[in-house]
């Protein structure tokens, strides 16, 4: 028997994204953020808390690296979602990540996660109190050559982990189980 479970944010898999940008004087700020996806082609849409310190961040730069966490990096991934810069302004370096200028736009890469789309901001409207929805332009995809097969983002080499928001569980995504926009054809008569 299925059952109602309400208006809830449930969405599989949920990406966990962190987020980078300049704050004041080059300080890195980065936050753990799931709450994210596909907008367009080459967009991406976020809901963020207003008064993050990354979200004002991104706000007055309007820039931003969306990265994946990975389960190489679960701990990192989760402090960032954790603490936020606004109590502790040495957040990023505590976390013992490291980052570096991005060529494209006015924000970080953090260099330890091999995949990053270099985003500019389009908007950052308000969608309910305390609550924006950013929409980002991806300038370029910047991935590292240790997650590449013959040219191609490899996602097992990747190992991205998604967010299960109802056991508050960090996932790997499970291996291959069909070929897209194909294991349909059989079906068609
Ligand atoms: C798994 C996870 C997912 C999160 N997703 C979001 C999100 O989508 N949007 C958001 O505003 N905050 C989200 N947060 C909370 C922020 O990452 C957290 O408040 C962080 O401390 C903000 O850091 P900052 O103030 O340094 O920017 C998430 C936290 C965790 C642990």
Redesign the pocket.
């Known amino acids: 028997m299925r059952k109602d479970l309400g208006a809830k944010t449930v969405l599989y898999p949920m990406p966990?994204l962190i987020l980078a940008a300049y704050g004041e004087n080059g300080k890195v700020?980065?936050?753990?953020?799931?709450?994210?996806g596909i907008a367009d082609t080459d967009q991406v849409c976020?809901?963020?808390?207003a008064d993050?310190?990354?979200?004002k961040s991104i706000a007055a730069r309007r820039a931003l690296t969306v990265s994946f966490a990975d389960a190489a990096h679960v701990a990192e991934a989760?402090y960032?979602?954790?603490?936020?810069?606004?109590d502790v302004p040495n957040?990023f370096e505590r976390s013992g990540l490291h980052a570096e200028r991005s060529p494209h736009v006015d924000a970080p890469i953090i260099k330890e996660f091999p995949l990053a789309l270099e985003c500019k901001l389009r908007s950052m409207d308000e969608i309910s109190e305390n609550t924006v929805r950013v929409i980002a332009d991806i300038v370029n995809v910047s991935a590292d050559e240790s997650i590449m097969t013959d040219g191609k983002i490899d996602i097992a080499k990747l190992d991205p982990i998604t967010?299960d928001s109802a056991s508050h569980g960090y996932y790997r995504i499970g291996g291959r189980v069909g070929n897209a926009f194909s294991d349909g054809k059989k079906l068609i008569k």
Do not use: E, P, Y
């Not at 976020?46 to 808390?49: A, H, Q």
């Open positions: 966990v700020d980065a936050m753990n953020a799931a709450w994210g976020i809901c963020l808390t993050h310190a990354t979200t989760d960032l979602g954790i603490v936020s810069g606004n957040k967010l």
